[in-house]
């Protein structure tokens, strides 16, 4: 049975598994008002899916056509768009925003304040440290040629990314590969190796003792 707090707001429809919590504030399943300058995807959202044991805490926000896995801590005023799939055992910090069109893999941590972009891909068991912000247009809407390029980073399993950090649209962050903070991340970035600096460049291998 779910336990949902007097003052949250819950859609009707939205699926919520066995344990959930929603606590003071919270709203899931909301329906996104979209600009009419916007070029997100118009349609008729499905409703919202919450997995065994997930908590959603204290002003926090999933939107409807989310699919939330089980066990998942959304932290307070955090804010899940749609379209966003996150797996099992994800932890969102506080304040933290993962747009639309986003995949987010099982076991991930994303820490307090964090930005992630539309049309992402976080993989397994990734780190992602306060204030990362992540990108997804070259062009910061100008041009008519963005649209079919616009696309957020792909980070592999088991890469963490340090305070701070940039990320340019598009990069790839290879798997186990680590971020230094304040990087400014411009092409992609080799598995098992730290980066540093801006524009981040190869500073040595992970240790092998740090690797999963």
Request: overall charge negative; aromatic content about 4%.
């Amino acid at each position: 049975m779910a336990e949902i707090h007097p003052s949250a707001i819950v859609y009707p429809g939205t699926v919520l598994g066995e344990g959930v919590k929603v606590l003071e504030g919270a709203v899931v399943g909301k329906q996104p008002t979209l600009s009419p300058r916007s070029t997100a995807r118009r349609e008729e959202l499905p409703h919202a899916e919450l997995g065994d044991g997930t908590v959603i805490s204290t002003g926090a926000i999933v939107f409807a056509g989310a699919r939330v896995g089980a066990r998942v801590i959304l932290g307070d005023q955090s804010c899940v768009r749609e379209r966003v799939t996150i797996g099992d055992d994800v932890v969102v910090g506080r304040g933290s925003l993962i747009e639309n069109d986003t995949t987010i893999g099982a076991l991930t941590k994303i820490q307090a304040d964090a930005y992630i972009t539309a049309y992402s891909v976080l993989e397994e068991s990734v780190f992602i440290a306060p204030c990362v912000v992540t990108t997804n247009d070259n062009f910061m809407g100008r041009t008519e040629r963005r649209h079919e390029l616009v696309k957020g980073p792909t980070i592999r399993r088991g890469a963490r990314v340090g305070g701070g950090a940039i990320l340019c649209p598009g990069v790839e962050i290879g798997e186990e590969a680590f971020v230094g903070a304040g990087a400014v991340v411009t092409k992609d970035v080799p598995a098992r190796k730290i980066v540093v600096g801006n524009p981040a460049r190869v500073l040595r291998d992970v240790p092998e003792d740090e690797l999963l």
